[in-house]
């Protein structure tokens, strides 16, 4: 079970609170640890499962090294903690608001760490942080994400804050101390990295883009720099703003990055370093999809901001793949008749399909959830089949042959009616629609004017 240690500060009013909202709401045993000042973390220290808490004179942000802290007791060693938790207030004009953020300087340090370095993110903890908070937040309380900012540093571990905000009036509280409090003993079992991790640049402080990528997809969210903060950093292309760019990957445990606001420097800076930027598009797209099939599905097919879209074989599928084509025309044809039947043939046979139109119509090639070359040609061929049921919709008569499907019907010949002197307008419409007309005196029938017609459709 990952161990949590959790940080509190008799500088910060907010966090005296949740401290003594943590010892009320858990079952803890206090030991000594004669090694440190009680100032310095010393003294008393708390343990509970999975968890221990010690209490500093500092400010949070000028703690580095403090995992290091977590040692020695006096009836063993303490476990050395995977996780990191401040409990802390926010401070601003927000209202009340309940945060968690990672700690790190983009460029100068001017309230703790170190000038453009970052502490080791924790994604997964902060995704399980947001949802507590939002679980256990009084009423009237938001939540939310902030970008990265402040020290320390140098951690030792993983780490997160956890905040009150944003005034003295929620310092006070005790519901949101409680709230705070609840929320960092939900991450006691939680381990601080994720499977799938995307470094955000540019927006707000209160980072929205970042929140809505942890709440509505399966990605998590390392380190995030606002456009403030990319302000700090200055010239994406200097030695100095490439080094803090590689941190901000590597503290994060991520090979992605999601850039809000045109960036073009930064862009070509974090590709140059080996990253890859991506849209939003992207992350909810692969949201429930393995990360190499997504990588196998790019490299057969096309990159996901180029049209690749998934269907629904790619959810936790992660075996052989076989890039077939499409029947493009036949495709083409059976959305104008039923285009959610249509796309619903390809989505449940395919794991990923290109397509045009913003992901909206299906194009030429997929990949199939198959390693043998038979068994693509088999589901190729239901595929068809289906197609096929959708053309029977409008069709008179539907053959399937090797090379093609031939699709026949009657339809409305706009030339005959012409030569027949039947002017056009209303008197086209209801031909077309199979009903007679009164033209000069004369009854044409429908039939007089329909053409048998045949439509080819390549396999």
């Not at 140059?272 to 909810?284: I, K």
């Amino acid at each position: 079970m990952p161990v949590l240690a959790i940080v509190a500060s008799r500088a910060d009013s907010a966090s005296v609170h949740i401290a003594e909202q943590l010892l009320d709401r858990a079952s803890w045993t206090e030991h000594t640890d004669g090694t440190r000042s009680d100032g310095d973390g010393g003294d008393t220290v708390y343990r509970t499962e999975g968890a221990a808490l010690r209490v500093f004179d500092d400010l949070h942000l000028h703690l580095d090294g403090v995992a290091s802290a977590f040692g020695t007791v006096d009836d063993g060693p303490e476990h050395e903690p995977d996780l990191l938790a401040f409990a802390s207030r926010h401070a601003g004009e927000t209202g009340r608001l309940l945060t968690a953020h990672h700690t790190g300087n983009f460029g100068p340090a001017d309230h703790g760490g170190a000038d453009g370095e970052l502490a080791a993110a924790a994604p997964n903890a902060t995704r399980r942080a947001l949802e507590a908070l939002s679980d256990h937040a009084p009423d009237g309380y938001e939540t939310g994400l902030e970008c990265t900012h402040h020290g320390p540093t140098d951690v030792g571990c993983p780490s997160l804050f956890v905040e009150v905000g944003s005034a003295e009036p929620q310092w006070e509280d005790p519901a949101a101390a409680g709230a705070v409090a609840a929320a960092i003993l939900d991450l006691r079992d939680v381990t601080p990295d994720a499977e799938r991790t995307v470094v955000c640049f540019g927006g707000g402080h209160y980072a929205a883009r970042p929140e809505r990528v942890v709440r509505e997809t399966d990605w998590t969210v390392g380190h995030i720099a606002a456009d403030w903060c990319l302000d700090d950093l200055g010239d994406p292309d200097s030695t100095a703003a490439r080094e803090t760019l590689d941190a901000a990957f590597t503290e994060s445990g991520a090979t992605h990055a999601l850039v809000e606001g045109r960036h073009p420097d930064l862009v070509a800076a974090i590709e140059e370093l080996g990253y890859r930027a991506v849209g939003e598009t992207y992350l909810r797209e692969t949201t429930g999809v393995p990360q190499g099939t997504v990588e196998r599905s790019e490299a057969e097919l096309c990159r996901v901001g180029d049209g690749l879209r998934f269907g629904d074989r790619a959810t936790g599928y992660d075996g052989p793949l076989t890039a077939v084509d499409l029947p493009a025309g036949l495709v083409i044809e059976c959305e104008g008749i039923d285009p959610e039947r249509t796309r619903e043939a390809v989505d449940s046979r395919t794991v990923a399909v290109t397509t045009t139109e913003n992901g909206t119509r299906v194009d030429d090639r997929a990949v199939v959830p198959t390693g043998d070359e038979a068994a693509a040609a088999d589901i190729r061929a239901e595929l068809v089949d289906e197609l096929v049921a959708v053309l029977r919709e409008r069709y008179d008569g539907v053959s399937v042959h090797a090379d093609a499907v031939v699709a026949r019907r009657t339809a409305f010949d706009p030339e005959k009616a012409r030569t027949l002197g039947i002017p056009e307008g209303p008197a086209f419409g209801k031909l077309s629609a199979g009903e007679s007309v009164e033209v000069n005196g004369r009854t044409i029938e429908p039939e007089a004017v329909h053409s048998e017609e045949e439509l080819r459709f390549p396999l």
